[in-house]
């Protein structure tokens, strides 16, 4: 019978099944190009949502043809891990959810954003919402208490990528999808 050395862990620390320690996990890479949120859940100075090039782009086509947005990520069994976008206020979020974050737009103007109004068969009920919205162009984000309490170590980018967006989220028909990609916060954050 051979001697085993069993590694012994710190206090604290986590161990595999032979008991050897197991390091912490590797915060994977944020994802080039992004654009973060500003933080809004209490004490944190440090965004814990980004969102990619692909859904600022989609971003901007849903704000042309419906005006102020909103995102709110649910946990639940349908929609798995999809972010809904609706109008700003067509969903109404109460205690059960938090602001994880703001995304803040910067302001339209130029060929871009006369473009992607002529595209726009709502682009005159978009128009009509007045010069205020597009002075402020904010997307709160957010996400039920259950859910964050299961991500709360999570950094989340929200991305655009093809497919049929889910239930009644704006981006459906337009032949894309929200998607989250997910990656652990840096150490000591969460």
Do not use: K, N
Not at 17 to 29: D, F, H
Not at 83 to 112: H, I, K, N, S, W
Not at 160 to 185: C, D, M, N, Q, Y
Request: charged content about 20%; hydrophobic content about 40%.
């Amino acid at each position: 019978m051979s001697e085993q050395t069993i590694a012994s862990a710190a206090p604290g620390e986590t161990c595999d099944a032979a008991g050897a320690p197991v390091p912490p996990p590797v915060a994977s890479a944020p994802v080039p190009g992004t654009v973060a949120a500003r933080p809004e859940v209490a004490g944190e100075t440090e965004s814990r949502l980004a969102f990619t090039p692909a859904a600022l782009d989609l971003i901007e086509r849903l704000w042309a043809m419906h005006g102020p947005l909103m995102f709110h990520q649910s946990g639940g069994c349908c929609d798995g891990s999809a972010p809904m976008c609706y109008q700003a206020g067509e969903f109404r979020t109460g205690g059960q959810d938090v602001l994880l974050g703001t995304l803040e737009l910067p302001p339209r103007g130029g060929a871009a954003a006369d473009s992607a109004a002529e595209d726009s068969a709502a682009a005159g009920a978009a128009a009509e919402r007045g010069a205020a919205d597009e002075a402020e162009r904010e997307i709160a984000f957010w996400m039920s208490r259950e859910q964050f309490g299961v991500w709360a170590h999570t950094h989340l980018t929200v991305d655009a990528v093809p497919g049929r967006g889910s239930g009644f989220s704006l981006e459906a028909p337009e032949g894309l999808r929200f998607l989250i990609r997910s990656r652990l916060l840096d150490p000591g954050r969460a």
